[in-house]
């Protein structure tokens, strides 16, 4: 295990590519350059508020010890050996072009080498300014650090791809927010994430470079990555397979976010990683209540352009402006029908992890027509998402009346179904026993497909808001024992959360809907 503080950098980012290395953190257009130096503002103090052991472990990381290692997480401290720095990018926000954008609160340390020969990149979120902070302080607040700490590592248990959080600490600063943009701007405490990924690259790096008909850059920049992080792919085409390995990677990150009904909130092309990572936690939700154009993003709300049941196709929108900034490399009859293939992937892979979630064997002829009824009855019907499919999992085999199916259920309800609602889950759940019966697994195989499957913990807004409001008066049991949960979302162990989202979190600030502010 190697401190912080130790030679266990590399700069090969930084070593490859053209940047502005004068320090200068006074927001400007940076033309040419793939990034900027920025040495984090220093803070009051440092306080370690939450450290993964799993993932320091993972890293090869000892936990800080000494005030100086602490230094570190919080920006207080750069070694020799790091290069501190903000990645430029542009891309699409909201549909709209947006220009060039770049890491306006985010300062890569370095490329830390881990055991098996690999390096990952350490970022910290909320470090200070840096030259793409537009009018912006590049600080964050406790309340989304909190929030991107638990849900980082809670995406990683759950199994989806996504970037890791390694620390959270405290600044001893207070950061000036107005969290709805409603001219209430209020002081909060201040706080500092080390994140950790492999790349933090995302389409947006690409399109800057195309943009700014930087094309050379841009195929130095398509090699680099292709070379670093997709070492597998070769040959004189292999930008388009990476290309379709793209798209692949990112079909199934959104199946995944569609399995545990994961609303990432503002998918602009910016926040999707390369290498189909989960990435850039701001306004998130897990469904409470199933609502295929729930968003929690205030700012999205005239639209819903980015609700849960688009997701699906903003990925296929956005993965179609990486095509755009590709076409200087490769021809535009080669990147059409790759990028048109996401259709076909995506929808493959739906309906397999659907059938997983609903404990079939194999798809059969007629599946899909089911799996679209549970779609339907559930937007009708708006059970909690999660605790629906976990009572799913102990289904009687026979359920013989409207009233039974409906009793059954009632624990998964937000309100007492109408007689419309209860004939038409009735008939769902008939549909589905049906199917059940001619599973070629046991019925014990199939329930335990689905709980693998089929999360029974969550981190609901709520609870995060709740911990939030904890740690801000210093009181620190429910946030650690949401650390602990997360870690086991697949078993019964934390069934005191284990139920639907209380009446009073349902318009309460933070519990339900969120803004981009942090």
Request: charged letters at 25%.
């Amino acid at each position: 295990m190697k401190s912080l503080r130790s030679e266990n950098y590399t700069k090969e980012f930084v070593s490859t590519f053209p940047g502005d290395d004068s320090g200068d953190l006074n927001p400007r257009q940076t033309p040419g350059k793939l990034y900027s130096k920025a040495v984090p503002t220093p803070v009051e103090k440092v306080t370690l508020l939450a450290w993964s052991g799993e993932l320091a472990a993972e890293l090869g990381i000892k936990k800080p010890e000494e005030q100086q290692e602490l230094d570190i997480l919080g920006g207080n401290h750069v070694t020799e050996a790091m290069y501190p720095y903000a990645a430029c990018y542009a891309g699409h926000q909201f549909g709209s072009w947006a220009g060039q954008l770049g890491d306006g609160r985010a300062i890569i340390l370095g490329e830390w080498q881990i055991p098996d020969a690999k390096t990952v990149e350490l970022q910290l979120k909320g470090a200070g300014p840096t030259a793409y902070s537009r009018r912006a302080d590049g600080r964050a607040v406790l309340r989304s650090s909190v929030r991107e700490y638990l849900m980082s590592e809670a995406m990683h248990y759950l199994g989806i791809p996504t970037t890791r959080a390694l620390s959270l600490v405290a600044t001893g600063e207070p950061v000036l927010r107005d969290m709805f943009y409603n001219g209430n701007a209020a002081y909060e405490p201040g706080a500092i994430v080390m994140r950790v990924a492999p790349s933090f690259l995302r389409f947006g790096n690409f399109e800057l470079l195309n943009a700014r008909k930087e094309h050379e850059q841009l195929r130095q920049l398509v090699d680099w990555t292709i070379s670093r992080y997709y070492p597998h792919i070769q040959g004189e085409d292999k930008v388009i397979t990476w290309f379709k390995e793209v798209i692949e990677r990112t079909a199934s990150l959104v199946v995944e976010w569609q399995r545990v009904g994961f609303v990432h909130g503002v998918m602009n092309t910016d926040n999707m990683s390369i290498l189909g990572l989960t990435i850039d936690y701001g306004p998130y939700s897990f469904l409470d209540d199933y609502d295929p154009d729930f968003t929690p993003n205030t700012t999205d709300l005239p639209g819903r352009r980015y609700a849960f049941g688009r997701q699906p196709s903003i990925a296929y929108w956005n993965l179609g402006c990486l095509a755009a900034a590709l076409l200087p490399l490769v021809e535009k009859d080669l990147l059409l029908p790759a990028l048109e293939s996401y259709k076909e992937v995506y929808w493959r892979k739906y309906y397999t992890m659907m059938g997983n979630k609903l404990g079939l064997d194999k798809l059969k002829s007629g599946d899909t027509d089911l799996i679209s009824q549970f779609e339907n009855t559930l937007a009708d019907v708006k059970p909690d998402m999660t605790i629906f499919f976990q009572l799913l999992i102990d289904l009687p085999l026979y359920m013989g009346s409207t009233s039974e199916v409906a009793a059954y259920f009632k624990d998964s309800l937000y309100e007492d179904l109408t007689e419309e609602q209860s004939a038409q889950l009735y008939t769902l759940i008939t549909a589905y026993l049906e199917r059940l019966n001619k599973n070629t697994i046991t019925r014990q195989d199939s329930q335990e497909l689905m709980r693998k499957t089929n999360p029974r913990f969550i981190l609901r807004n709520y609870l995060l808001h709740q911990a939030i409001e904890g740690l801000e008066k210093g009181e620190t049991e429910l946030f650690e024992k949401l650390q602990q949960a997360l870690k086991e979302p697949y078993s019964n162990k934390y069934d005191e959360f284990f139920e639907t989202r209380p009446g009073w979190a349902t318009q309460k600030a933070g519990c339900s809907m969120l803004s981009c502010s942090s």
